[in-house]
């Protein structure tokens, strides 16, 4: 299996843009996805594949990727997108799943 | 609309046994494939195990594997979770997810909200 490593805290200024970011190997062959949990609540899908949202998800969000480094942007963050932030792929055999450790987010 | 919801979770001794259930409802179970996913308390998202959406294909995570069987009744559009010879590293919130199947990742686009497995003697 392989890692997913995730920066443990990002903080952010009310209406700025942040980058949230996960690297491992098994980026080079499978998009991350990525998952926004605020406390006591199940993890939310926000992005998947090249750059898509679920329904409901507001387009600030948006995901990259360039060699082994995925990324989550949120474009004008605001305060309801403070949570923890989780990617997560199949690993390089393609066979088992693995997430990063997450990222706190602050919204200052 | 697309529900998921785990029952089953409790207080197990260590060594004990419980077996989650995950009932789906919202959508074509059979077409999709599952997972669970834990979280310690104050911990992150770990993937316990998934199940293709005919039951052939299942894969474990290295820390569950010979312990855990997850299985599922399409029948009965529900997905089990199987745990024996529990440890106290087991003790999480269990999360049953759906696969939405795109770009040959995983990606769990709908999540119940969990069931406590608590390991304690």
């Known amino acids: 299996s392989s890692e997913l490593t995730q920066d443990p805290a990002v903080s952010v200024a009310l209406g700025q843009t942040v980058r949230i970011t996960c690297q491992g190997d098994?980026?080079?062959?499978?998009?991350a996805s990525w998952y926004q949990q605020k406390p006591g609540q199940a993890p939310v899908l926000v992005i998947y594949?090249?750059?898509n949202r679920p329904s409901g998800i507001p387009d600030r969000f948006s995901g990259s990727s360039s060699g082994n480094t995925a990324s989550l942007t949120i474009t004008g963050a605001q305060a309801e997108d403070e949570a923890d932030y989780y990617c997560?792929?199949?690993?390089?055999?393609?066979?088992?799943?693995?997430f990063g450790g997450g990222t706190k987010l602050t919204v200052l | 609309q697309v529900q998921l919801v785990e029952s089953g979770g409790g207080l197990v001794k260590p060594g004990g046994s419980l077996r989650l259930s995950c009932a789906a409802s919202?959508?074509?179970?059979?077409?999709?494939?599952m997972s669970w996913i834990r979280q310690a308390p104050g911990k992150g998202l770990e993937w316990v195990s998934y199940?293709?959406?005919?039951?052939?294909?299942?894969y474990y995570a290295d820390s569950v594997k010979g312990r855990f069987t997850i299985s599922r009744d399409n029948a009965k559009n529900s997905l089990y979770l199987q745990m024996n010879s529990l440890r106290a590293e087991d003790t999480a919130v269990y999360y049953c997810?759906?696969?939405?199947?795109?770009?040959?990742?995983?990606?769990?686009?709908?999540w119940g909200q969990g069931t406590l497995v608590t390991v304690s003697s």
């Open positions: 997810a759906r696969d939405l199947d795109y770009g040959g990742n995983s990606n769990f686009d709908y």
């Open positions: 919202g959508f074509t179970f059979s077409d999709y494939y």
């Open positions: 199940i293709s959406s005919s039951g052939s294909t299942i």
């Open positions: 098994s980026l080079r062959s499978y998009y």
């Open positions: 594949g090249k750059n």
């Open positions: 997560n792929s199949r690993d390089s055999s393609g066979n088992l799943v693995v």
